[in-house]
């Protein structure tokens, strides 16, 4: 059940990428057709909230700067006037200021995004209509110099309206657009090339700004695209996170289901595989009296042949899964790999001479022992021969060989020539499971987990496994164990006694 719904899981998760990213695409076309912007519905709060912050923020600066304007004014133009120019422009920007603290206290969700554009385009065509009575300033005369003033002023409200209105183009226009229309024109019916080129340099400071506004009404957008992304992509994974969680919990469940069924099934399979085993080792060696029928004979050979290889298999699912679940306790002591090899290829020896195999064996001298798991080394040289014996043809040459690497370690290596593997299969017999095309055809069937138990074996020791085939010339597997676990010969402690040695001696 565990292993059906880890399959489900993972074959679940391949459309679903297609249709998040099929509902991305039709999500963005709908937010920009619905937008007042023509990016985004969520970009429309957004730039407005930023509108609405810039202009509160700019508020007390705009009336200090007001009034700083006003008070140099008066050297040229009669104070009233001044005072009622400046409360003008002074209500237009308070009003543009409550406006803008009731847009902040509207929620992201329940606010018309087109009302309140038209609203602030609105405020801010009021503040530059009261920019644009610059021009009556001039009624109390000041000549050429009152004429440089108003358009210094200008160049100043321009540039200021641009900076608090950049995020909302529409109303950088509503509100400097009066005012320059107004003081250009101002300077032109004045006539004299003085005014005239201030009038040149106002329209062309208007067209300047406005571009800017522009360029940074981009940045903007690109600002919240790009946090947009950021945000998408911290979405994905998260549920990336969550499917990788809900896989591995998938895929943990699977796992303990197995190691359940194979410690279930450990005990009921063995337990009546020993009869079947002993019963028919007596059937064979027919200990009773001898058969009525010679062929009861050859099939008690097969069925304790057959048992044999079934108690082989279960205990090598038994052995990998220990291992997978990080339960092989490894038995460390000092071994020799001499030792170990020679006796297991006198244990080979009888079936590597039923197929008229050469099995020789090769150790280098004064070979030291070696500090790891006896058991779990015989098991690696008994896998690597059995492999070797059961893939190499009839009157064929295996070479067990014991000796140095050249990192001081010590390595077996295990050569025949068999069929070989196919560069491309070598990654599909080290797993679990895995058997080349040319094995299941040259050879009697498995369970390929031969070297699969092998390499976990060497990974626990420290060691690596490594495997060169080529077909048609054989195979060798060399087992190598690290420097590390050599246990090199070490000096004696001679203990030196000084020369005087005083002795008591009960009485």
Known sequence: MAFSQAYQASEAARPRQSRRTVQRTVHDARQRLTSSSGTRVTFDYELLDEYASA???????????????????????????????????????????????????????????????????????????????????????????????????????????????????????????????????????????????????????????????????????????????????????????????????????????KSRFLATMSHELRTPLNAIIGFSEVLKSELLGPHSVDQYKEYAGDIHASGQHLLNLINELLDLSRIEAGKYDLNEEAVSLVEISDHCRRLLE???????????????????????????????????????????????KIILTVGRSSDGGQFISVVDNGPGIPEAEIETVLSSFGQGSLAQKTAEQGAGLGLPIVQRIMDLHQGRLDLFSKLRFGTEVIATFPRARVMEGIAPVVEKRSKLEIYSEAV
């Open 55 to 257: 202009r509160l923020t700019s508020i007390l600066p705009t009336l200090l700067l007001l009034g700083i304007l006003s008070m140099a004014a008066i050297l040229w133009i009669e104070p009233m006037l001044a005072a009622l120019w400046a409360a003008a422009v002074g209500i237009s920007n308070l009003g543009i200021t409550l406006i803008c603290r009731r847009f902040r206290k509207l929620s992201s969700q329940g606010f018309n995004a087109k009302l309140w554009t038209r609203t602030f385009i609105i405020a801010e065509a009021v503040n530059g209509l009261a920019w644009a009575t610059l021009p009556v300033l001039t009624i109390s005369g000041g000549g050429q110099d009152i004429q440089v003033i108003i358009f210094a002023m200008l160049l100043v409200s321009i540039a200021a309206n641009a900076v608090a209105t950049r995020t909302l183009p529409s109303a950088t226009l509503a509100a400097t657009f009066p005012a320059t229309a107004s003081v250009a024109t101002m300077l032109v019916v004045s006539g004299g090339t003085l005014n005239y080129a201030m009038s040149v340099v106002a329209i062309g400071a208007f067209f300047f700004f406005l571009f800017l506004t522009r360029q940074l009404h981009r940045s903007e957008i690109g600002n919240l695209e790009h946090q947009l992304e950021k945000d998408g992509l911290i979405l994905e994974l998260e549920e990336a996170r969550t499917m990788s969680d809900e896989a591995r919990r998938h895929a943990e469940q699977a796992n303990i289901a």
């Open 350 to 396: 009888i079936r590597a001479r039923a197929k008229s195999i050469d099995l020789q064996f090769e150790a280098s001298d004064a070979m030291p022992k070696v500090w790891g798991d006896e058991r779990a080394v015989r098991q690696v040289v008994l896998n690597l021969l059995s492999n070797a014996i059961k893939f190499t043809p009839q009157s064929g």
